[in-house]
């Protein structure tokens, strides 16, 4: 049975940092791409980081510089550090591995 675990949201005050994990059971990631998306309410649901089975990551340029996405060393949970949070990046965030995707978790900044 394969599932993505998502967990670290919250709230937080502008300026301030949190850091999601989503870990898969079920499967291996190994060899796939990981990503973190988000959606905030009345918008659709964007791409914010991915990171390569090579770790190559990518990000979307609106936190380009704040967050990072890393994996562990067994490939099995990886993380998004989110610093210098904004109000804009309040949204429900999910960690998505090849074609599965984890239950969502809420990241709320307040200004």
């Known amino acids: 049975d394969v599932q993505l675990q998502a967990s670290g949201g919250g709230l937080v005050q502008a300026g301030g940092s949190l850091r999601l994990s989503c870990a898969a059971s079920g499967f291996s990631v190994d060899d796939y791409a990981i990503a973190w998306f988000r959606q905030a309410p009345g918008k659709e649901r964007e791409e914010v980081a991915k990171?390569?089975?090579?770790?190559?990551?990518s990000y979307a340029d609106s936190v380009r510089g704040r967050f990072t996405i890393s994996r562990d060393n067994a490939g099995k949970t990886w993380y998004l550090q989110m610093n210098s949070l904004k109000p804009e990046d309040t949204a429900v965030y999910y960690c998505?591995?090849?074609?599965?995707w984890g239950r969502g978790t809420l990241v709320t900044v307040s200004s």
């Open positions: 998505k591995a090849a074609s599965f």
């Open positions: 990171i390569t089975s090579g770790s190559v990551t």
